[in-house]
């Protein structure tokens, strides 16, 4: 099976970042500080209906069009995520600031057909994000990092051997405040470094938000839709609909919510990114 040397160098430093991710406090700026490392999380947005956005995330997932070689069913995935701003390069505030980053997460699907639990495959991905602050609005450009792999149990079930998986890639994406409720982004991106040799590499992304970020509430219904296109899969759509409720003040400096999602188009798994999939999910979701 193919081993992806990438991953196995994140695989070592991801719980060291990921244990400074929980331990730094969410704005050290808050705290006066002068100095410029490490500010606020708020300087690295993620996105709420993006399925690979990096977030630390259970749900439990109802396979309606399977992509894999288990019939339609349950599944569960579990994903662990690290946000961790590194430096504001200019600026003073999220008004008016930009930053450099380093954003990453692995997500696991496993099984519930049998009593195993068989992982079926991992993806993981890291990207270096530069984000500018305009306003209510901002703008990203970074490196992007994905690669992925079968699972043993898995592929030792069915005597499958999993792909040659992986993304190197430069995206851009800009994020609009359409009104103090709606936010409205767009963008894409081009993959220098493709495994399978093979594939193409351009790709787009569209989406909006629907959602009231305050704290003084206990919580807010908000909504959000993602479609993701690659030319791989001849631009087929990828939609994934979402439905949920945030919890500003459960987790001091940290967003948790519970959401209900709808997905359809080419799988967010990269093992089966060419195989189309429709399922449905209940999962609780923590901002890393």
Avoid at 210 to 225: C, I, N
Avoid at 234 to 246: H, K, M, S, T, Y
Wanted: charged share 20%.
């Amino acid at each position: 099976m193919f081993t992806n040397p990438a991953a196995l160098q994140f695989g070592r430093l991801m719980p060291l970042m990921l244990l400074c991710t929980l331990l730094l406090p969410a704005d050290l700026n808050a705290q006066e500080s002068p100095s410029r490392w490490f500010p606020s999380h708020d300087y690295m947005p993620t996105l709420l209906g993006a399925p690979r956005d990096p977030v630390n995330v259970a749900k439990l997932v109802v396979n309606i069009e399977s992509p894999n070689a288990y019939d339609p069913g349950l599944e569960t995935e579990v994903g662990f995520g690290i946000n961790l701003p590194v430096l504001l390069l200019a600026g003073d505030d999220l008004r008016n600031g930009l930053a450099v980053g380093v954003q990453g997460g692995v997500f696991g699907r496993f099984s519930l057909h049998s009593n195993e639990r068989d992982l079926i495959g991992t993806d993981w991905l890291i990207t270096v994000p530069f984000v500018l602050h305009r306003g209510d609005h901002w703008f990203e450009l970074e490196y992007f990092h994905m690669s992925s792999h079968l699972g043993d149990e898995y592929s030792q079930r069915f005597d499958l051997e999993g792909i040659n998986y992986s993304r190197d890639a430069v995206r851009g994406l800009a994020y609009i405040r359409v009104i103090s409720i709606v936010g409205a982004y767009g963008g894409g991106g081009w993959a220098y470094n493709v495994h399978p040799d093979e594939d193409d590499r351009w790709t787009a992304q569209f989406g909006a938000e629907f959602v009231e970020r305050t704290s003084d509430k206990f919580v807010s219904p908000y909504g959000a839709v993602d479609m993701q296109l690659e030319q791989e899969t001849d631009w087929d759509p990828r939609v994934n609909v979402q439905i949920g409720a945030l919890f500003p003040r459960l987790i001091p400096g940290r967003e948790a919510r519970i959401a209900a999602e709808f997905l359809t188009g080419p799988s967010p798994q990269g093992q089966f990114a060419h195989v189309t999939t429709t399922h449905l999910t209940l999962g609780v979701y923590i901002q890393p």
